[in-house]
C-alpha cells in the first residue's frame, strides 16, 4: 500500500525519487542536463513548490509551468 502525500517533506521525497529515475533513464534523463550543476536545486525547489501548491491548496508556487516547457522545446 502506498502512503499518501501528507506534507512537504513527502513532496520532496516524490520529487527526489522521480528526478532520480528520470535522470538514470538513458531515453529522458538527457532533456535535463541544461539545468543539472548550479541550477539543479533551483528546479526541484520550484517543483516542491508547485506540488506542494497543487496537492495542499497553497499559493507557495507562482508561475506558469507550461510556458517553460515550451520555452525548453
Known amino acids: 500500500m502506498q502512503k499518501l502525500l501528507e506534507n512537504r517533506q513527502d513532496i520532496e521525497l516524490l520529487v527526489n525519487t522521480f528526478y532520480q529515475k528520470v535522470l ?3 531515453r529522458i534523463g538527457y532533456m535535463f542536463s541544461h539545468i ?7 528546479h526541484l525547489e520550484k517543483m516542491y513548490r508547485f506540488w ?3 496537492i495542499f491548496d497553497l499559493d507557495s508556487y507562482q508561475g506558469n ?3 517553460q516547457h515550451i520555452r525548453v522545446c
Not at 36 to 42: N, R, T
Open 52 to 54: 506542494e501548491s497543487n
Open 65 to 67: 509551468p507550461m510556458l
Open 24 to 26: 538514470a533513464d538513458e
Open 36 to 42: 543539472q550543476g548550479s541550477h539543479w536545486q533551483k
